[in-house]
């Protein structure tokens, strides 16, 4: 289920990693009406990123047990009495259409394993099992957002859909990203930008 895309890697952050991505009225891909995507990785090889505001029913504990990880094991908190506290609220969401079966936890920098890449100075993304269980344990990071699949772009595709008006982009904010009032996040984005949902049509594709 986990796993890093080949478009993520510690190298050089591209132009557009930890933006903000909002989908234009009359996007055509009704997968993505609405959206706003947080870019992880942006470069020559193509770009990577999440939906942030498409929510999910599935539990946490729901999900260790899907993954056969609700077993108590270790010291922590979770090995006396199964999942921590915070645990049992950790959000899940729907990251994008592609390989909507892999997971992937976006995550303030207070954690850090072997496995984890910086998306900018203040978020991370790791795609390994052990953040989960020290998620369950509450040794996890204090802020974070699993996220099941991911919206990926080929090399040129991400900008010629920007030129061509299909995305607003502007730099991401930590509050947002991880706000979990999904219904107005859209237009929070776009007044983020500066900008009201009705002047939309009459924009370019830069913020």
């Known amino acids: ?39 992880c990785a942006h470069s020559e090889d193509g770009a990577m990123g999440f939906i942030v505001n498409r929510p999910q029913p599935l539990l946490f504990e729901q999900l260790l047990e899907n993954l056969d990880l609700d077993s108590p094991k270790g010291h922590g908190p979770a090995s006396r009495g199964g999942v921590s506290d915070r645990a ?33 100075d203040d978020l991370c993304l790791t795609a390994t099992v052990d953040i989960l269980r020290a998620i369950k344990e509450g040794r996890g990071p204090e802020r974070g957002i699993m996220l099941l699949g991911y919206a990926g772009w080929a ?11 299909t995305w607003l982009s502007c730099p ?3 509050d947002l990203v991880f706000d979990q009032d999904h219904s107005g996040k859209y237009d929070r984005v776009l007044a983020h930008m500066g900008i009201q949902p009705a002047m939309l049509s009459n924009q370019a594709g830069h913020a």
Do not use: W
């Open 155 to 165: 090399p040129g595709q991400l900008e010629s859909e920007i030129a061509s008006n």
């Open 172 to 174: 991401g904010r930590d």
């Open 1 to 39: 289920m986990f796993g890093i895309d080949r478009k993520l890697s510690r190298g050089p952050r591209g132009c557009l990693d930890g933006h903000f991505l909002v989908a234009m009225p009359g996007m055509s891909d009704e997968r993505f009406e609405r959206a706003v995507i947080f870019v």
């Open 88 to 120: 049992r609220d950790f959000p899940i969401q729907l990251g994008g259409p592609v390989e909507s079966g892999r997971g992937f936890v976006l995550h303030s920098d207070d954690y850090l394993s072997e496995s984890t890449i910086p998306v900018n």
